[in-house]
């Protein structure tokens, strides 16, 4: 029998909510329901972090910490977690949490709008595993829009509350909070009826037979991108199934040769086992939309809404990845490539989902390179992301896989070029123009982004980039520098800022 | 008030004046109960209200069926136009800004009417069922296709000495460049929000997120046929405004205002961000074109500069921006002879409005990137080309007649160019930019001189009310307003300090059009000029009854009374002020009063050019160092040191926030904010997904912000300080003088088409150009 209530802790106590609908936000609930008006609403889009609250997640008996955006939180994915908001962390008369307090001292709000965002922003980062540096605050923060101070004074408060942490109320509290956790249902939850229902099974096999039953149902992994289609484009979906809960959609399994993930997979989740594959990947991860993004976002979700523009595709056609579909009981694998058809059509059957995500990793001889081109470096979408892999032999390119976002329907690799590229000596690509062959397999659009003559240019630039850092790579002469920031730009200042 | 005993005097005697308070809200705004208008708990039976609009840009409208809004879940009515009682007007001057869109609309997101509904969620759907028919015009988008119609919002106007050309002529060198200036969103995190509440007999109480509340209370008022004094218009705080709410706050107000007025019952009207973004003004963008004269080293014999203005639909506040790019044209440089033109073109789109530095940064940024093409031209550092140009000696009489005495360019620029290390970092970045193929450093040292007063002479005017109770404690109010920049902190300081009394015993109120009448928009970077001028007056007035009373009292002059840490000194004898407070009381003596403030020497005419438009400037450097991709344009900022002068500051702790906010802001303009608008005049970058103003990570990586050393305003200005909101945003400006520097650096000779914001597409770009 499913459940058809979440619970969830809130203030240490379990709070139960019956009747949530499909598409509630964690947001309204806060705001409408609860009267908490502390949480903002900045953009109602999860862009600028006003609305960010902290979800703890119970992981061995110890509670985990993540800021998430509010605003296109789904209420029904609360269920089984603890829910903190910026009134949580101090009652009214009690003394200010240390990231209040710091926050204050260093005149770190002025309009004070984006305050609590940036203060539950702070409570993750305080309660996460390391003392930050700088950069990891303004990683932490990147999701946090603020337009008044210039962000110099909460990057201090950041840095010396969490230099020296203290005990808080949520420490003191925590084997109990997670007791509590680990004392809740665990079977399917099913709020609703056969037409309208939020749903979130909890195995495979429940998840099989539900979506089976209801193949046009919304399937929801982080809803960083289904959010939106709710709270700006409006749309009704009535049938929202869930799958975040799902034990078989949540692994992380690698060998020296590979790396499956779970369709489920938040990026934060994977963030370290997908970066380790290469530094260039690792930048690209720390810029995909922001922490509060990447902790409700999955991977899965960025391949299965066939996007033309995520960030993560490119790399994934650049390495060789596959991916399993299931339906019912029925799996396929496919080679990702095969799987982005047209804009807004993937290779998928009704009532078919995304199970796993199969990385090779690098061998040797295999060299990698990625680029994401965007207005501003941190949470912005790209104009074009660029990933290349080369298998180099005695400085013969034997093969290689050119794949792009931003330059077409749908992330794609560059046939032609690759095709002119294979066997080619890295001397004779310095001294011709095989880059000009994106000219054939591109031809992107004009947007606000970017037009369609620097997307192109841009791209014919970065296989050049690529080529040129690799080759130095393997001539071992000294590094070009040939990066403003990244790992790789390390070699120009010694500093590995990104 | 929070936290905040006196503690120990200041240089100039002072206790409170000049420390380093936290913003009077700090613990609420981390707290999550600074209590914003829509966190207000609403009424029971309070509507939600949301816009609806076309799809076209503009034309006429042949229909409009709103049967299927009316009909849909919750909706309880739709206002058109012709629910007005009065006036469909909602502009700050001109009369040009239907509240509703009758028979035509001129630009995309014009309003023509509004769904008035139970919840938001209900109102904002219902908008969409709407069928409109437009019979669609050619629109005019740009301000290029507005001067190719002559389309304007107000006459040409210019600063001309009459010998630009010739000088220009005439000079040993010469140059004629262009540049875009892109415009820029507010981006508040706080959108656009008014919630009405009908009352008695007609009133009406508008609780509105807007710098200018008697404004919205005026307009309101117009709007529903009733007097100025039947509506009530509070503003408690807003969350962030930048000139977004000077004039743009009035149109959601007048409509939730409508809908109170209709319905009988409270109304809220919060834009969604999109909408926000479509809907309102933001700063105007310019093309500009310039020639200019100068010999060997670079110093100018004249210049012709022009402005094409993107005004937008209406005239809203272009007259006084684009006036005031014309004021700052010179920024920091004499120029013997000038011809400064300015079109205001009238288009199809938003009517653009207030933004930070009100067209200011447009004419600085003309300045300094004229500086950098000159500094090319001569072979020579763009410092010593500046250097050689500023205001000096004799030559202080700018284009607009006004001489500067309170010049401080050369000492506060020198100073930061000692401190910055700028001619070892100068040989540095060159050294780098020889040793590396792709990527290359740029550098750059820019002044800010800003005019402080509204040019418009009216405005600059305030009024303050305190009220002393019988426990000693003070009540302020005045109408300043408060986004975030520490207004009211710095206007409880003067009081308190003035008083001789703790902050913590001043109390610091909501601005109300009810308690202080008629009062002018927070704008202008004058609000602590003027409120801080006002509550001053107001106290004295309090102080010197007070006075009087404790000096009978003791048998003394009441020239020896005197009011310090909580006591009142008299003839020897001390009284706590709280106790001298309750004797007036007793003794039947007023202890309110009003205080009042008018700017003196403030004798612009626009029409003869002659006269003072400001009473003093504020001053300011800035050096960027920046690294920019020559293969992607992608650019990050290295390091920035600014200096900044604020006079003798009131509270340098929220001097130096807005330093470092007006900075970035300034830097966010120029750099990845890039507004696009489509085909059809349809704003394509209207949610911070596409529209990218600066995060964490976009802070220089080296940041090094100090306050100048000042002797003090030399103007008459509450206790010699100087405002502070708007000059630091052109501080940013170093920035894209050093990203044009860097892309200067890929051809030696050659000027870059370089035009802003400097995206990495347009970084790129201005490369290929050379």
Redesign the interface.
């Known amino acids: 029998m499913a459940s058809d209530r979440i619970e969830f802790i809130r203030n240490g106590k379990v709070e139960i909510l019956e009747g949530v609908k499909p598409t509630d936000t964690l947001l309204d609930y806060l705001r409408l329901k609860e009267a908490n008006y502390g949480t903002k609403e900045g953009c109602n889009e999860g862009d600028c972090g006003a609305c960010s609250v902290v979800l703890g997640r119970e992981v061995d008996g110890e509670m985990h910490y993540r800021a998430v955006n509010s605003c296109i939180y789904f209420v029904g994915m609360l269920d089984g977690q603890e829910l903190i908001s910026v009134e949580d962390l101090s009652a009214k008369g009690e003394a200010l949490h240390p990231v209040q307090a710091a926050m204050v001292k260093h005149h770190a709000s002025q309009c004070g709008f984006c305050t609590p965002g940036f203060v539950m922003a702070l409570f993750a980062l305080y309660h996460g595993e390391d003392k930050p540096s700088r950069d990891g605050v303004a990683e932490q923060l990147a999701g946090n829009l603020c337009r008044c101070t210039g962000y110099r004074p909460i990057v201090d408060a950041a840095v010396e509350v969490c230099d020296d942490r203290m005990v808080d109320k949520f420490d003191e509290r925590m084997q109990e909070t997670a007791k509590l956790i680990a004392n809740m249902p665990k079977q399917d939850l099913f709020i609703g009826n056969g037409k309208r229902f939020f749903a979130a099974p909890k195995s495979i096999i429940s998840l099989a037979k539900l979506y089976q039953r209801h193949p046009e149902a919304t399937i929801v992994a982080g809803g960083t991108d289904v959010g939106l289609w709710v709270t700006k484009r409006l749309m009704d979906l009535p049938k929202v199934i869930y799958i975040g809960n799902v034990s078989g959609l949540d692994h992380i399994l690698e060998d020296d040769l590979c790396l499956n993930l779970g369709a489920a997979v938040t990026y934060s989740d994977a963030e370290i086992q997908i970066g380790n594959i290469d530094s260039d990947i690792a930048d690209t991860l720390r810029r995909i939309g922001s922490k509060q993004v990447r902790a409700s976002g999955t991977v899965g979700g960025n391949i299965a809404n066939g996007s033309p523009i995520g960030d993560m595709p490119p790399i994934l056609l650049a390495l060789g990845a596959s991916i399993i579909l299931q339906k019912g009981n029925e799996e396929r694998m496919l080679a990702l490539g095969s799987f982005f058809i047209d804009y807004g059509k993937q290779n998928i059957e009704q009532g078919e989902f995304l199970k796993e995500i199969q990385i090779p990793k690098l061998k040797q001889n295999e060299y990698f390179r990625c680029y994401k081109i965007s207005k501003r470096f941190d949470q912005d979408i790209s104009a074009v992301m660029a990933a290349f892999q080369f298998t180099i032999i005695d400085g013969v390119i034997k093969s290689c896989r050119l794949a792009f976002g931003g330059m077409a329907a749908t992330p794609k690799r560059a046939f032609a070029t690759e095709h002119a590229l294979k066997d080619m000596t890295l001397d004779e690509f310095a001294e011709g123009q095989v880059e000009e062959m994106l000219d054939q397999d591109f031809s992107p659009l004009s947007d606000m982004r970017a037009s369609a003559e620097y997307r192109m240019l841009v791209s014919k630039n970065l296989l050049t980039k690529a080529l040129t850092e690799i080759s130095d790579e393997i001539d071992n002469i000294g590094v070009t520098s040939t990066r403003v920031v990244g790992n790789r730009a390390a070699n120009w200042t010694g500093s590995s800022r990104l | 008030m929070t936290g905040s005993k006196s503690g120990g005097k200041n240089a100039s005697g002072q206790y409170i004046i000049g420390k ?1 308070y ?2 009077d ?12 208008i ?2 207000i ?1 609403e009424m029971r039976g309070c509507l939600h209200v949301a816009p609806g609009y076309g799809a076209e840009t503009c034309g006429d409208i042949i229909t409009m069926d709103l049967s299927a809004v009316i009909a849909s879940k919750g909706v309880v009515c739709v206002l058109t136009a012709k629910d007005i009682p009065g006036v469909n007007d909602c502009s700050p001057v001109m009369g040009d800004d239907p509240i509703f869109a009758e028979n035509t609309i001129n630009f995309h997101g014009q309003v023509m009417f509004a769904v008035v509904a139970k919840t938001r969620d209900e109102a ?2 219902a908008a ?1 069922y709407a069928k409109i028919e437009i019979k669609p015009r050619v629109p005019m988008i740009t301000a290029a296709d507005g001067r190719a119609k002559d389309a304007s919002v107000f006459p040409h106007y210019s600063f001309t000495s009459g010998k630009a050309d010739a000088a220009i002529e005439n000079a040993a060198l010469n140059l004629s460049e262009d540049m875009v200036m892109g415009g820029q969103e ?6 656009q929000i008014a919630m009405a509440i009908p009352k008695d007999e007609g009133e009406m109480l508008v609780c509105s997120s807007t710098q200018h509340p008697s404004e919205v209370q005026h307009l309101v008022a117009k709007m529903l046929k009733i007097n100025d004094a039947a509506v009530v218009c509070e503003c408690r ?6 000139g977004g709410k000077e004039s743009q706050a009035a149109q959601w107000a007048a409509i939730a205002a409508l809908a109170a007025h209709v319905t009988g019952r409270p109304a809220k009207m919060r834009l ?3 909408d926000d973004m479509m809907l309102t003004g933001k700063r105007h963008d310019f093309d500009c074109q310039w020639s200019v004269g100068f010999d060997q080293k670079g110093v100018i014999a004249g210049v012709k500069v022009n402005y094409d203005s993107r005004c937008g639909v209406s005239a809203d506040l272009s007259l006084g921006v684009n006036d005031r790019s014309m004021f700052h044209t010179d920024n920091a440089y004499f120029y013997p002879e000038y011809d400064i033109g300015s079109h205001r073109v009238k288009t199809n789109t938003v009517s653009n409005t207030a933004f930070r530095g009100f067209g200011g940064p447009q004419g600085v940024l003309f300045a300094e990137r004229m500086m950098q093409g000159i500094a090319i031209k001569t072979g020579r550092d763009a410092l010593d080309v500046r250097s050689d140009n500023y205001y000096r000696d004799d030559k202080q009489t700018t284009p607009y007649g006004m001489e500067i005495t309170d010049n401080i360019i050369a000492d506060i620029m020198g100073q930061l160019e000692q401190s910055s290390d700028y001619r070892a970092r100068r040989i540095a970045v060159d050294g780098f930019n020889k040793k ?4 290359k450093k740029g550098l750059a040292l820019t002044p800010v001189k800003f005019g402080i007063s509204f040019t418009l002479k009216h405005l600059n005017q305030a009024g303050a009310l305190v009220h002393v109770y019988s426990d000693g404690s003070v009540q302020i109010n005045h109408g300043g307003t408060e ?4 207004l009211y902190l710095k206007v409880a300081q003067i009081v308190a300090e003035e008083f001789g009394i703790d902050l913590a015993q001043v109390k610091i109120t909501a601005t109300v059009t009810d308690k202080v009448p008629n009062a002018t928009p927070t704008a202008a970077s004058c609000g602590s000029d003027l409120n801080g001028k006002a509550a001053q007056a107001a106290v004295v007035k309090i102080k010197g009854r007070m006075a009087l009373l404790a000096a009978k009292m003791q048998n003394v002059d009441v020239k020896d009374v005197v009011f310090r840490d909580n006591i009142v000194v008299a003839g020897g004898r001390e009284i706590k002020f709280a106790d001298l407070a309750k004797l007036a009381f007793l003794e039947r003596v007023s202890l309110s009063a009003t205080g009042f403030y008018a700017t003196p020497n403030i004798t612009w005419n626009r029409d003869l050019k002659t006269g003072q438009p400001f009473l003093y400037f504020a001053y300011g450097a800035s050096c960027s160092e920046v ?3 020559t ?6 900022v290295l390091r920035v040191d600014i200096l900044h002068d604020v006079g003798k500051s009131i509270n340098p ?2 001097d ?2 807005q330093i ?6 300034g830097m966010g303009w120029l750099t ?1 904010e ?1 507004l ?1 608008y489509d085909d059809e005049g349809r704003l ?2 209207h ?4 529209y ?8 220089p ?1 080296d ?1 090094r ?1 100090n306050i100048y050393r000042s002797l003090g305003n030399q103007a008459d200005v509450i206790h010699k300080s100087k405002a502070v909101g708007e000059p630091p945003v052109m501080l940013g400006i170093s920035v894209f003088c050093a990203i044009f520097d860097a892309v200067a650096s890929c051809k030696a000779g050659a000027i870059p088409k370089l035009n802003a914001p400097a ?3 347009a970084i ?2 201005a490369i ?1 150009s050379l």
């Open positions: 380093k936290p913003h809200s700090a613990k609420q705004h981390v707290s999550g109960r600074a209590i914003y829509d966190d708990r904002r759907r969409k507010h981006f508040y995190l706080e959108g705080r807003m969350g962030g405004a930048f969604d961000r999109d590396n193929k792709y990527l986004m975030g920049q520490g690294i920019i991709d293969l992607t344009g992608e650019m990050k702790a929220i130096k926030g470092e906010g007006g900075f970035t802001q990845t890039e696009v394509a970058t949610a911070p997904s596409t990218k103003i600066p995060t964490a990570f976009d802070m990586e940041f912000v995206t990495p597409e790129l770009k290929k």
